[in-house]
């Protein structure tokens, strides 16, 4: 594990015992800097300008053009590779750490490179290329299953032999804070003939991880369960936005195609693998049946991280409408990664894969309304005394996800997203 991952570090910076970003974490994101766009980190509530780090020598000896590093987006700079980015990670956790007096000492640049969080803003961290949504979670394949197909059969054939997956829409991937508009579109209402077109009525959040592929592929080339590791950069927290009665109707017979792709948001901050190296834990049995051999799983690939769901009304005080964990997963990242790439399909940096819905074994822990709500058959009560079956208008639904260990907090910040009323 990585000297930079130690949890007896400390920062001379100031670090809440609750920040998501402690000198362990250092993730990767990009910030507005005038006209331009800079590289950036974060230690406690400091944005850390890594393109002025680079500037003023702190970097010596890593050999990184400064072009790099005022990009719009992270993709140069993950395409680095990671054993220079690592190697940034623990420079900057070394210029960092308590008993480091270097830039602590010095104001002037002190000055150039922190900027308090809450007087930046963060943008869209990826170009991203491609997107590919996974449906990786036994329980939500199940619940879904269930409540559409047969109680008795709610898994189709295939889905424990393969990480099921459809190709989706890059271009409207957008960072926490983005507000969404309620999509519109065809709709088959329940006793109808014909369908009607209008606003959606069903609009859902999915709770989902996304990771970023961070080392290319050739064409023909195949990823597999020894290296698929080192093609993912990190991760961020995903909300695959989903109108269900529009993907109800159209999703017959090749898939999702306009119930999701009006809008995905992610967090902004990219979080190592690395990083999370600590929260690794045990992945799922997978003997009945054994996958074939090409996704055979013989190691603890997946991540104990803790994800939260809030439903926020505008004005009105907000609801955890879920508390689910990454570590729910029955495909982990390495077997999505290769089973994408086992015919031959070639990865880009920045692509960006996203896990599937992830619900946990017992109510409160389902990552989606359609779940919570049991297809609208139990509402939840809000605070205010209102109900949700599905997501209303000027509603704020806000993702949150951290691991936690041996006193150290991991987070990713969250992402966030408000629905406005469909458009006239
Ligand atoms: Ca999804």
Redesign the pocket.
């Known amino acids: 594990m990585s000297k930079a991952n130690n949890p007896k570090l400390k920062s001379w910076l100031t670090v809440e015992s609750d920040s998501d970003f402690p000198i362990q974490n250092i993730p990767f994101g990009i910030f507005r800097k005038g006209k331009g766009f800079r590289v950036a980190t974060i230690i406690g509530d400091q944005v850390i300008d890594l393109f002025e780090l680079n500037k003023r020598g702190y970097f010596a000896g890593l050999n990184i053009d400064n072009s790099v590093l005022k990009s719009e987006f992270l993709n140069d700079f993950i395409s680095l590779g990671k054993k220079k980015t690592n190697k940034v990670r623990e420079r900057i956790s070394d210029l960092f750490k308590s008993t480091t007096r270097k830039l602590k000492s010095n104001e002037k640049d002190r000055k150039a490179i922190l900027s308090p969080v809450g007087k930046v803003e963060l943008t869209m961290p990826i170009k991203v290329g491609d997107y590919t949504?996974?449906?990786s979670s036994r329980d939500h394949a199940t619940n879904v299953g269930k409540m559409f197909r047969d109680p008795e059969n709610a898994l189709l054939p295939n889905w424990l032999h393969l990480p099921v997956g459809y190709h989706?829409r890059a271009s409207s991937i957008v960072v926490s804070g983005t507000d969404i508009t309620r999509p519109k579109g065809q709709q088959m209402p329940v006793g109808a003939d014909k369908p009607v077109f209008g606003p959606c009525k069903l609009l859902d959040f999915?709770l989902?991880v996304g990771f970023v592929v961070g080392k290319k592929t050739e064409l023909g080339e195949s990823i597999n369960m020894d290296n698929a590791e080192e093609h993912i950069f990190g991760l961020t927290l995903f909300n695959?936005w989903?109108a269900r009665d529009i993907q109800k109707w159209e999703y017959v017979p090749l898939g999702?195609f306009l119930g999701?792709s009006f809008a995905s948001s992610i967090s902004p901050w990219i979080v190592t693998l690395e990083a999370l190296e600590p929260f690794r834990s045990k992945s799922p049995k997978q003997n009945k049946p054994k996958p074939l051999p090409y996704l055979k799983n013989d190691r603890d690939r997946n991540y104990d991280i803790n994800l939260l769901v809030d439903i926020v009304p505008e004005n009105g005080e907000g609801k955890t409408v879920c508390e689910s964990n990454f570590k729910y997963m029955y495909w982990n990242m390495c077997q999505q990664l290769t089973h994408h790439t086992v015919n031959g399909c070639n990865v880009n940096v920045g692509d960006m894969c996203?896990?599937?819905?992830i619900s946990g074994p017992k109510r409160g822990s389902f990552g989606s309304m359609l779940e919570i709500s049991w297809k609208g058959t139990m509402p939840v009560d809000m605070p205010d005394g209102s109900q949700r079956k599905f997501i209303n208008d000027n509603d704020t639904v806000v993702i949150r996800g951290f691991g936690e260990k041996d006193g150290v907090r991991i987070g990713f910040g969250e992402v966030s997203g408000k629905i406005l009323p469909a458009k006239k």
């Open positions: 949504d996974f449906y989706g999915e989902e695959d989903s999702p999701k996203a896990s599937g819905t």
